[in-house]
């Protein structure tokens, strides 16, 4: 038997009801429901999973037409067998074919078959035009399946050219694997089932996984932004609402302000929040402690120095007013500077001028002050202490922070926001409030403000079982255990109980013995001489 003697009216049988190909059933089909079945398939599953299944289609129907081939015939040799194929590709109305290339050698099988008016093609324009791959995909299945049946080898067909990207006609060239090497491996996957089912379940475990990944990072940005939030500034109470309002309609105004307010009350919380909202966000916020320093160490801080200005200053330094150029200097305790500081601090309020130490030109710098006290400064003008121009120029606007105790509505708000700053701190997994702790919470007065009470939650949060923050976790202070002297404490000498107070109240201001000498009701000398005399100050020199 020869491929030319193929007959189409002896192949196909007609009777009703069936179709078929010498005994094997045909179905005839519309073309435009397959069109639109191509359609659904690339959209619901993409091109290249539409591509793969009508590809295996292809595969089995070659398959077929191949080992029917071989049952009706007696084929001369596998070049006939094989030939078939473009006859059966015509008469079954899927394209015009021709073989133009056919070498089947024992090591090296290539087949070349040229197409045109493929059904493939035209079905893929009706749906989606010009394509810019070649498009006949069950086409290359169907050779691939007949070639490797009648040969009795894996031969895959790839089209290298196609009607559908506007070429003169299809071209498929077929070739067994070891032919075709490495250039057919893009396109063997199309030849081979997937597990859709297995590829979802694959899908599904990258997509919780990169969930679960972005939840980390959000949940570390969240804690992040968290632990820079400023204490405190989250509010409840209508008395710490009006100054928050007030600070952020000052804001953007360029003036000078004054942060009244008791030791811990957040002040320097509320000129960062100042600086964050003002045009100068930009630019540095640097803050320092005028009380932490001598007058002057604070000065060179303040104002920085000439290289030779003094013993020791070998090289230029340039101050805290120099690198907040442009952004704004938070100047606490300002009640506790020199006279000379305050008349070098008059001069740049005046005329925006600093001079470093040992300088003899003046610098011209931007920046704004936002001070700060705990102290009367009007009573310090009168006691001569502060300078009455310089307060005047500073206290352009005052803010007055209320004490924690004035706001008690925001005491457990804190307490949590703090305990769950220590919780990521101390890595605790959950730290929360017994019902007799909120109790003294509440109760407390809070002589040290937010600041003792982040104190308190980190000291309560170490001595925490199972994290459960009990009474017996909280400072003496707080918890009323070193005010009472019980019996337990009844062999404690005076020194020792006058040691532990001032160190607590020491404690709860954070170091500031100012502050501390106004809760004993002594003078801060007074304070000095005994924090001399009990020791308590080279002990804990390191700590306040
Ligand atoms: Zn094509």
């Given at each position: 038997?020869?491929?030319?003697s193929?007959?189409?009216?002896e192949?196909?049988q ?13 179905l ?19 091109q290249?999973?539409a ?22 015939f ?23 074919a021709?073989v ?13 078959i ?6 493939e ?5 009706i ?5 810019s791959?070649?498009v006949?995909w ?9 070639a ?6 894996d ?17 498929f060239?077929g070739k067994?694997?070891?032919?075709w090497?490495?250039?057919i ?7 081979f ?9 694959q899908?599904?475990s ?7 990944e972005l939840a ?13 939030d ?5 509010t409840?109470s ?13 804001a ?10 008791e ?5 320097e ?25 001598p007058?002057?160490l ?11 200005a ?15 150029q442009?952004?704004?200097?938070f100047?606490?305790?300002i ?13 740049f ?18 920046v ?8 009367d400064?009007?009573m310090?003008v ?27 509505d ?6 949590r ?6 919780q ?5 997994s959950?730290?929360?409030?017994s019902?007799d702790?909120?109790?003294l ?8 403000n937010?600041?003792?009470l ?9 001595l ?9 976790s ?5 918890s ?11 062999q404690?000498?005076?020194k ?5 107070h ?17 809760i004993?009701?002594?003078?801060e000398?007074?304070?000095?001489r ?13 700590r306040?």
């Open positions: 038997m020869k491929a030319s193929l007959n189409i009216a192949l196909i007609f009777s009703p009801g069936f179709v078929g190909i010498q005994g094997r059933r045909l005839i089909h519309d073309l435009s429901s397959l069109s639109q079945f191509r359609r659904d398939l690339i959209e619901s599953i993409g290249n999973m591509r793969r299944i009508l590809t295996r289609k292809g595969l089995f129907w070659g398959q077929a037409d191949s080992a029917g081939m071989q049952r009706l007696n084929w001369k040799d596998k070049n006939e067998w094989m030939m078939a194929a473009v006859e059966l590709i015509e008469i079954m109305g899927m394209a015009k021709e133009t290339k056919l070498v089947l050698e024992e090591k090296t099988i290539e087949i070349e040229q197409c045109t008016d493929s059904v093609v035209e079905q893929h324009q749906e989606f035009g010009i394509s791959n070649p006949c069950v086409m290359a299945g169907y050779l691939s399946g007949y490797s049946y009648c040969l009795g080898q031969i895959y067909f790839s089209e290298s050219q196609c009607q559908g990207t506007k070429a003169s006609n299809c071209a060239i067994n694997l070891s032919s090497g490495n250039a491996n893009l396109e063997l996957p199309f030849f089932a997937e597990d859709i089912q297995k590829k979802v379940r899908l599904t990258r997509i919780s996984e990169q969930q679960r980390k990072k959000y949940k570390l940005l969240k804690s992040v932004q968290k632990s820079s400023s204490i405190g500034i989250e409840r209508k008395a710490y609402r009006n100054v928050l309002d007030l600070a952020y309609r000052v953007s105004f360029d003036t000078t302000i004054l942060i009244t307010g030791t811990g009350a957040g002040k919380v509320l000129a960062r929040r100042i600086h964050e909202i003002s045009n100068r966000s930009k630019y540095p916020f640097l803050a320092v402690n005028c009380s932490a320093l007058e002057s604070l000065e060179n801080e303040l104002f920085g120095h000439k290289a030779g003094f013993t020791g200053a070998r090289n230029k330094e340039i101050g805290l007013f120099e690198a907040a442009q952004g704004t200097i100047l606490d305790e009640g506790d500077i020199s006279l000379a500081t305050q008349v070098k601090l008059l001069r309020l005046q005329s925006k001028e600093i001079k470093p130490v040992g300088e003899t030109k003046p610098q011209l710098l931007d704004r002050i936002i001070s700060a006290t705990n102290l400064l009007d310090l009168k006691e001569g202490r502060f300078r009455k121009d310089l307060l005047y120029r500073l206290r352009v606007l005052q803010i007055t922070v209320p004490p924690l105790r004035e706001r008690p925001d005491i457990l708000p804190l307490a926001h703090f305990l769950e700053k220590f990521h701190k101390l890595k605790i959950s730290l929360r409030l019902t702790t909120v109790d919470l509440l109760n407390y007065q809070w002589p040290g937010v600041r003792e982040e104190n308190a939650m980190e000291h309560a949060a170490i925490s079982t199972d994290g459960l923050i009990t009474p017996e909280l400072p003496g202070a707080i009323g255990r070193t005010a009472s002297f019980t019996s337990s404490q009844g404690k000498s005076l020792q109980i006058e040691t532990e001032i160190c607590s109240i020491l404690e709860q201001t954070a170091g500031n013995r100012a502050e501390t000498a106004r004993l009701k002594i003078s000398s007074t304070l000095y005994r924090l001399r005399s009990l020791n308590i100050l080279e002990k804990n020199i390191n306040w």
